[in-house]
């Protein structure tokens, strides 16, 4: 904002630069002397006399006694009052000469109409000057500096126009920035989830703009950031149930748009892989997604098992190559919350449990719908998927207070959609092969241990920019690492932080 804000203000200098009718200005010097006798005294009271008349000289030259023979005498076709708008007459503190500058389109005209103004100034003054009993005036005006047509404009100053527009845009971007920064509640990454909660962070997706073509895991690469930050995903939901209570695990949302979804259905996908025993099933039955992505029929799922048309076990659909199945939403009831709350619900999570390894569930956002609220007290763990500059704070407070009242067991917290880079950018460091050893070589180091050449080195790290890495020993509870050290230099050894 900062930056394109003062763009802004230095495009918007430059425009008016341009479309602003360049302005001429040009000069003409009068100097004041008084008509005396050749003494010093004489001289010195004519110059402390001439000194005190130039201020009213230089009044005169805007009124129409002056103005108006300028008009006549070039055929402007201009009023006096018009005319004194362009007109500016100035002088110097303790000295006799006046300056008469004139504004104008023209640079011609600009000069043709100060010497005018100049000539009549000195008519006009000879003038007021002269007794009334006849005789000369004691004053006399001449022209020391002829008005010269100028050679560049005098307005616009393109140069200064720019340096105000670019400080005006810095300053209003910087203001910009700071109202829209404490003005602004949309969350964006973990400091501004710590200042509501403390709850867990198992993982952080980045943001993919293919997403929206390809949102499963297995339609990009395996080693594409949005895999690995699935499969970290899954480690980390294994140590935040590291007791295996939680054998289904609810997934939700605050608002619709956050990615809980596609965050429960590659998550699934990420448990199979991992060689589980995955039941998705597809919960949300207001606005059910699963099928669409997983390419499955909708027709009968969970609600047909709810109702008592049909058993489950005739109803789950295996995916993919793993031990994959899933149940989707089925027809769309008209009292999704009475269904989701019964005891046929328990039940049926109870039975899937019994025979899964792991029941990833998808449910509908928290504050919308009580859907997601009721279905919590049923399931082993809750997961809530934060969309990253979607969701603002207070909405996540309600939704996090939503789980609370009702006594669920939240495991933690996904953040989505974060940004590629920047502080609050997730970032992650995958495995290389380096094979630069020579065809024969022994692989030793100097010490004879085995050189790392050659060899497969892994090195899979996690962590948010804006923290520094740990090192040291480790005591108390396991928790994921921040970072690790950079690889070892060839032939060396590495010590792990």
Partial sequence: MIVAVTMAGLLGAAAISILIKPTYTSETQLFVAIQSGGTVQELQQGNTFSQARVQSYVKTVSSPVV???????????????????????????????????????????????????????????????????????????????????????????????????????????????????????????????????????????????????????????????????????????HFANVTRQARSVLLTSSLPGEGKSTTATNLAIALAQAGQAVCLVDADLRRPMVDDYLGLARNAGLTTVLVGDADVDDLLQPWGEDNLFVLTSGQIPPNPSELLGSRDMQQLVSRLEATFDTVVIDAPPLLPVTDAAVLSQHVGGVVVVVGSQKIRLQDLDKSLNALKMVGANLLGVVLNRLPAKGPEAYSYTYYTRESHAPVGSDNKSPTGAADTAGQERIYVAHSYQDEESLSGSVTGTLRPARSFPPAPAEGGTSEFH
């Fill in 67 to 237: 103005l108006q023979p300028a008009i006549d005498a070039l055929g402007l076709p201009l009023t006096s009052d018009e005319l004194a708008g362009r007109v500016s007459a100035t002088t110097d503190l303790n000295t006799v000469l006046i300056t008469i500058a004139v504004k104008d389109s023209s640079p011609v005209q600009s000069a043709a109409i100060a010497q005018a103004i100049g000539d009549s100034l000195i008519k006009a003054v000879d003038s007021l000057e002269r007794p009334r009993n006849g005789g000369s005036s004691p004053v006399a005006l001449s022209v020391i500096k002829p008005a010269t047509a100028p050679s560049a404009p005098s307005a616009p100053n393109t140069r200064l126009n720019l340096a105000l527009g670019l400080v005006v845009g810095l300053l209003l971007g910087v203001g910009a920035a700071i109202v829209r920064s404490i003005l602004d509640t949309r969350l964006r990454g973990e400091a501004d989830l710590r200042r509501i909660s403390d709850a867990p962070i198992l993982g952080g997706i980045t943001f993919d703009a293919a997403a929206a073509t390809k949102p499963l895991l297995t339609q990009v690469s395996s080693q594409s950031p949005r895999a690995e930050s699935f499969r970290q995903l899954r480690t980390n939901l």
